[in-house]
């Protein structure tokens, strides 16, 4: 099964990959990381269907899918 993995320290907030996922996996934190942004997070990895969108939209490489047992 596919899980979607935000890379936090390479992530800056820009919400391309949440209006990609056709599954909604990912949302925005509620709290900000050190540089005070909002970063992407899984919110439901049983729904990645391991699509690839948010990983080919993320301008900064910052999303990994991997497959889990």
């Known amino acids: ?4 993995r935000v890379l936090a320290k390479f ?3 820009c919400q391309l990959c949440i209006s990609v996922c056709p ?3 990912l949302e925005l934190s509620k709290s900000l990381n050190e540089q005070g942004i909002h970063i992407a997070v ?3 990895d049983a729904q990645c269907t391991g699509c690839l969108n948010c990983v080919q939209m993320c301008p900064d490489a910052a999303i990994a899918i991997a497959e889990t047992p």
């Open 42 to 44: 899984v919110k439901a």
């Open 1 to 4: 099964m596919p899980a979607a």
């Open 11 to 13: 992530c800056k907030g």
């Open 23 to 25: 599954k909604g996996t």
